[in-house]
């Protein structure tokens, strides 16, 4: 007796992880770090200049660094040379130097207009968001890596926590 060949089956949508590169995403190397910071600095971008520096010198996950506050890195006028700030997931504090370039790079962004009153260090464009989303800062991390001719599939938020350790 013969078994009839049955359909194939197909899915109704393609995997969400098709064409993505999934696992271990790499740290930037030195000569990227630099490009990304020409880049910002000649775009005169001293919001995404204050927190690509603070991303990479404070080691932070990238839910911890939105909602980092101006108190937290600020006191007396000045921006401080340390700053300790509360994981969200090991609930323990974290140390960390903040370099002379982030220190004047989040200087110059504490200027901005759009900071006038804010309690976060990167707020929300709107009323009802107080902080960017970490969503939000995930697609500045691929503008920022797309911008200088990289995979953004290969590189993430993740990427800027291991970029000051390698």
């Known amino acids: 007796m013969e078994t009839p060949n ?4 197909r899915a109704l949508r393609p995997a969400w992880n098709k064409g993505r590169i ?20 000649l775009a005169e971008n001293h919001r995404d ?13 990238g839910c911890d660094l939105v909602k980092m506050k101006v108190a937290d890195v600020m006191s007396s006028g000045q921006i401080k ?16 130097e903040i370099s002379e370039g982030t220190r004047a790079s989040v200087e110059k962004w504490m200027e901005d207009e759009l900071m006038v009153g804010s309690e976060y260090l ?9 902080y960017i989303s970490t969503r939000q800062y995930a697609r500045i991390v691929r503008d920022w ?22």
């Open 145 to 166: 890596v797309t911008s200088i001719g990289l995979e953004a599939s290969a590189y993430g938020t993740h990427s800027m926590r291991r970029t000051k350790g390698t």
């Open 6 to 9: 049955l359909p194939a089956i």
């Open 122 to 130: 990167w707020p929300g464009r709107l009323h009802e968001r107080l």
């Open 49 to 61: 200049l204050a927190l690509f520096n603070m991303a990479i010198d404070s080691k932070l996950r």
């Open 22 to 41: 999934v696992g271990k995403k790499r740290p930037l190397k030195p000569k990227h770090v630099w490009a990304i910071r020409v880049r910002l600095e």
């Open 81 to 96: 040379e340390r700053a300790s700030v509360l994981q969200s997931k090991t609930q323990k504090p974290v140390r960390f």
